[in-house]
């Protein structure tokens, strides 16, 4: 069944075609890293630091963890392939403790962190041993107050993953688990170097959820090669079947001049623009069918679910990891290349493992990192209202920064005028809305118009190769 015709007119599929193929931020940050200072000065982050625990402010923490087994074709993540039969995997892990326990010495000499938040992301977590990943878990509370209600999470690979470890999560306290699927058929799963049949992840979600970790999000992949319309909807139907909190349907990042190894791919078997676009709204129109709700841009949740209720009062946040919960928490980065952010202020870590692990025995590794301008605060509060309820409010803005909305964008409204003459936002007076479902799918080039790092025609004309992915 072709979808294009339930959710778009024609003219509506002309304008997404005509946007689709270029490239422009995700921006989950704001500004993107690209423009962040490439520094190996600590000073300034352990000042920023500094100021934020000694308010007692409630924080969120995320820890990299940057090993795998395989190597799948598809990532764009910092990971370090290591088979875990090396006989060399454990002095690695080893060597892993001992960092994150020199970072943790590093930031936290004044005073305990508070934290509301704790992700484990990767790389993929569970490669480190259950008596390993115990070890790692008491080196982090040795070093902060963890709230009763804080949400504890960790992303999984059910190839990876055993008994223990789960079992391991649920006696440390772990209530969400976040699965990596991306797809179901075994021709697409081949292609990606990732193999892991359905009844594989069935069986392994029905344990996770005997074991009382019932807070599930899946993650997903559209754009990947030997994808077709029906072989989607086959993954999609069985996607539901197994019931998931969230959904994450992210389109593939195919940049292979960043990442090499998806030359492997062959350009004959990667899905043409209508096939892609047909993917996205065949799975918005299922999984609307199956009573998920549309979150933004990539993300899908129940009503129950936290993600939910956090759009509905206004709590969301777009970041690193996607749509996220807690709008105000800090994020405090541990691990090679994990990034942190405040009200003000970016910093990152050194991505490269063996450079990491040297440099944390003296001081915080930082690699780069970022303050925010006055400016940069109102682009990046625009754009997260876009990304999150897919409108601005001029009202708002004006109570939230004290100044003219108007005035103050005077050089971007014909963009925004343009757009509504396109038909992917809707203007009055006081508020734009993107429109469904051509808004909704286009929401990068709208706040493309709102990034001041941007040209005023890069919207619509896009950015280099290898510099942004793909809007659709």
């Given at each position: 069944m072709n979808h294009l015709s339930n959710l778009f007119n024609e003219n509506e599929r002309k304008t997404y075609f005509q946007f689709a193929k270029l490239n422009l931020p995700r921006h989950t940050s704001y500004p993107s890293s690209n423009h962040w200072t490439k520094s190996s000065d600590s000073i300034p982050w352990k000042r920023e630091m500094a100021a934020i625990v000694k308010t007692g402010r409630p924080l969120s923490v995320y820890v990299h963890v940057p090993f795998c087994e395989k190597l799948c074709h598809y990532c764009g993540c910092n990971k370090l392939i290591i088979s875990r039969n090396n006989e060399d995997s454990d002095a690695?892990?080893?060597?892993?403790?001992?960092?994150?326990?020199?970072?943790?010495?590093?930031?936290?000499?004044?005073?305990?962190?508070?934290?509301?938040?704790?992700?484990?992301?990767?790389?993929?977590?569970?490669?480190?041993?259950?008596?390993?990943?115990?070890?790692?878990?008491?080196?982090?509370?040795?070093?902060?107050?963890?709230?009763?209600?804080?949400?504890?999470?960790?992303?999984?690979?059910?190839?990876?993953?055993?008994?223990?470890?789960?079992?391991?999560?649920?006696?440390?306290?772990?209530?969400?688990?976040?699965?990596?699927?991306?797809?179901?058929?075994?021709?697409?799963?081949?292609?990606?170097?990732?193999?892991?049949?359905?009844?594989?992840?069935?069986?392994?979600?029905?344990?996770?959820?005997?074991?009382?970790?019932?807070?599930?999000?899946?993650?997903?992949?559209?754009?990947?090669?030997?994808?077709?319309?029906?072989?989607?909807?086959?993954?999609?139907?069985?996607?539901?079947?197994?019931?998931?909190?969230?959904?994450?349907?992210?389109?593939?990042?195919?940049?292979?001049?960043?990442?090499?190894?998806?030359?492997?791919?062959?350009?004959?078997?990667?899905?043409?623009?209508?096939?892609?676009?047909?993917?996205?709204?065949?799975?918005?129109?299922?999984?609307?069918?199956?009573?998920?709700?549309?979150?933004?841009?990539?993300?899908?949740?129940?009503?129950?679910?936290?993600?939910?209720?956090?759009?509905?009062?206004?709590?969301?946040?777009?970041s690193f990891q996607g749509m996220t919960t807690g709008d105000v928490l800090p994020v405090i980065g541990l691990g090679p290349s994990a990034i942190s952010s405040t009200d003000n202020f970016f910093h990152q870590n050194e991505p490269v493992f063996q450079s990491w692990t040297r440099k944390v025995a003296e001081d915080i590794p930082t690699v780069k990192h970022y303050k925010l301008s006055d400016d940069d605060l109102i682009c990046r509060w625009c754009i997260n209202q876009l990304y999150c309820y897919r409108k601005l409010d001029k009202d708002l803005f004006e109570a939230t920064f004290h100044k003219s909305f108007d005035s103050f964008f005077s050089h971007r409204l014909a963009a925004l005028t343009e757009l509504e003459t396109l038909n992917i936002i809707l203007l009055n007076q006081r508020q734009i809305t993107l429109k469904p479902y051509v808004g909704w799918l286009l929401l990068r080039v709208v706040a493309a118009v709102f990034d001041k790092f941007l040209g005023p025609e890069d919207w619509k004309i896009g950015l280099p190769s290898g510099v942004a992915s793909r809007v659709g």
């Open positions: 690695f892990a080893k060597r892993y403790l001992q960092g994150i326990e020199q970072e943790l010495a590093h930031l936290t000499s004044v005073d305990r962190w508070n934290v509301q938040q704790i992700h484990f992301g990767g790389g993929t977590p569970t490669w480190l041993k259950p008596h390993i990943f115990t070890r790692l878990w008491d080196l982090i509370l040795k070093n902060v107050n963890l709230s009763p209600s804080a949400e504890v999470s960790i992303e999984l690979d059910p190839r990876v993953t055993t008994t223990a470890h789960l079992q391991t999560l649920r006696d440390l306290g772990f209530n969400r688990i976040s699965l990596g699927v991306q797809d179901f058929d075994s021709n697409v799963q081949s292609a990606i170097e990732r193999i892991q049949p359905f009844e594989m992840v069935k069986s392994f979600v029905d344990e996770c959820r005997s074991l009382g970790l019932n807070n599930i999000n899946f993650d997903l992949i559209y754009g990947l090669p030997r994808q077709t319309r029906h072989s989607m909807s086959q993954t999609l139907e069985k996607v539901c079947q197994l019931s998931p909190d969230r959904i994450a349907f992210y389109r593939l990042a195919l940049m292979p001049e960043v990442f090499k190894w998806q030359r492997t791919f062959q350009q004959s078997e990667i899905p043409d623009d209508d096939s892609v676009l047909d993917m996205m709204l065949m799975a918005t129109k299922i999984f609307q069918n199956h009573n998920y709700q549309f979150i933004g841009l990539d993300h899908f949740a129940k009503a129950t679910d936290e993600l939910s209720r956090s759009m509905l009062d206004g709590t969301l946040k777009r």
